[in-house]
């Protein structure tokens, strides 16, 4: 079997009928489609009970509500595809949507990344690729720009949908979303596949259309930057170390925590804040120093000194004319590059 389709569902009654029939209209035919009800509470699962009396390529699980990492988790659990996608139930693909992922899937590539399409109720339309040049660089050097983009963010790499993951990689390296990590949960996924995996491929063509409405988890913001990332922040942390990675991107880690407090203050709000709200959340006795590249190591003794709140109002320049520089290229290629 060539692909497996993994669809969470929770009280997604009112969109799984259209989901599921982008599904089965694919051109390419030899895949599964694994739904998971994460304990419902409308007519998900009977609906979903329906698509699988109807076609012998759907399967449905169902468990009590433990969240959409679990969900997934449960799909990868009874996966048999070589590949492995996922769908958000709400959500739709275009019919060539296996047809486009595969056409990246070579033998050096354990993932393949597409750009997706949002739409809304009103029909508004943005298609939405990579902010970055990380899909033109190969071996390390692609990897590390793309775990790069991972740390700090990327709204084409964080999400699940709208890629391949190669089902081997995942079951050997033990790869699993960590149940309780309520955000960005799909990015640390995908930052792990990333660090133990060979190539990624992309693919310039929208693969997947992402449903905007009102009750979609990206809407659900309540807290501060910060306080929302904070278990991504510790568990990202933990698998670093856990992967022998965290000296590599030791710099990269502390940015991404200092970004989440400038978003909830600015400049004043990482001075005011950081030593008490990041400090914790640094692994500054874990670390060897010996390799820790010479800046990192720099940045390593003002979080230890407690003197990086004096120095971020002269370090937040630098950062800001790297993103608008890479901003500005985006802009300039972004029409060149969008995906007919």
């Known amino acids: 079997m060539k692909v497996s389709i993994i669809i969470p569902c929770y009280n997604s009654g009112a969109y799984l009928g259209a989901c599921m029939d982008s599904v089965l209209a694919q051109t390419m035919e030899d895949f599964e489609a694994i739904l998971i009800d994460d304990g419902s509470r409308d007519d998900t699962l009977a609906v979903a009970q329906d698509y699988a009396k109807r076609d012998a390529r759907v399967r449905v699980l169902a468990q009590e509500n433990r969240g959409v990492a679990a969900a997934r988790n449960l799909g990868l659990e009874h996966a048999r595809g070589e590949w492995i996608t996922f769908v958000d139930s709400d959500d739709l693909l275009p019919t060539d949507a296996l047809h486009t992922m595969l056409s990246g899937a070579g033998e050096d590539v354990d993932m393949v990344v597409c750009p997706h399409e949002t739409f809304d109720e009103s029909g508004t339309l943005e298609t939405v690729i990579p902010q970055t040049r990380w899909m033109d660089k190969r071996g390390e050097a692609q990897r590390r720009a793309a775990a790069l983009r991972l740390i700090e963010g990327d709204s084409v790499l964080n999400i699940m949908c709208c890629k391949l993951h190669r089902r081997t ?42 449903r905007m409405h009102g009750a979609s988890a990206m809407h659900a913001q309540t807290a501060g930057e910060l306080a ?8 990202m942390r933990d698998m670093l170390l856990r992967r022998g990675q ?40 874990r670390l060897d120093e010996s390799r820790l590249p010479r800046s990192a190591r720099t940045l390593l003794r003002l979080c230890r000194s407690g003197a990086y709140p004096r120095v971020y109002p002269l370090i937040y320049p630098v950062q800001v004319l790297h993103r608008k520089l890479s901003e500005a290229a985006f802009a300039l290629r972004k029409e060149k590059e969008m995906p007919k």
């Open 169 to 210: 990689l995942i079951e050997r390296e033990g790869l699993r979303l960590q149940a309780g990590v309520k955000i960005a949960e799909d990015a640390l996924f995908n930052l792990e596949t990333v660090l133990c995996g060979h190539g990624i491929a992309y693919v310039n063509r929208v693969a997947y259309r992402y």
């Open 228 to 235: 929302r990332h904070r278990l991504w922040l510790l568990a």
């Open 246 to 285: 965290m000296e590599s991107y030791f710099a990269a880690y502390v940015d991404s925590a200092a970004l989440r407090l400038y978003k909830d203050g600015g400049v004043p709000g990482v001075v005011r804040r950081f030593n008490a709200d990041v400090l914790p959340l640094l692994p500054l006795d």
